[in-house]
């Protein structure tokens, strides 16, 4: 059963860099697909990053492409999202999700499980 747990969101100021952590509680992560979405409020939520289950393909959305940066160890059972030169538009929350379709998958709809969230503001 997985079961994902994220943390290492918080208030960080433009340009700052933060590192948010996934962890996969029932220990099965290095079988499955992993995404991280964000939703800033009055959006809908949006597609991250993604990587597949052996951590050879990452894809980004354009708008971080070159900031972040999406990495997994799966003897940890951990997938990382390290964000670096954020911006006050960064600011959301942050789920990370899993399931067993190809990274080519970025919406939303029909994504297996889902952490619960963590909020990352930027703002000086």
């Known amino acids: 059963q997985v079961q994902l747990v994220e943390s290492g969101g918080g208030l960080v100021q433009p340009g700052g860099s933060l590192t948010l952590s996934c962890v996969d509680t029932g220990g099965t992560l290095g079988s499955y697909t992993m995404r991280w979405f964000r939703q800033a409020p009055g959006n809908q939520r949006e597609f991250i990053a993604t990587?597949?289950?052996?951590?050879?393909?990452?894809k980004y959305a354009d708008s971080v492409k070159g900031r972040f940066t999406i990495s997994k160890d799966n003897a940890k059972n951990t997938v990382y999202l390290q964000m670096n030169s954020l911006k006050v538009e960064d600011t959301a929350v942050y789920y990370c999700?899993?399931?067993?379709?190809?990274?080519?998958?970025?919406?939303?709809?029909?994504?297996?499980?889902w952490g619960q969230g963590t909020q990352v503001t930027v703002s000086s």
């Open positions: 990587i597949n289950w052996s951590g050879g393909i990452k």
């Open positions: 999700a899993a399931d067993k379709r190809a990274t080519s998958v970025v919406d939303e709809a029909g994504m297996a499980y």
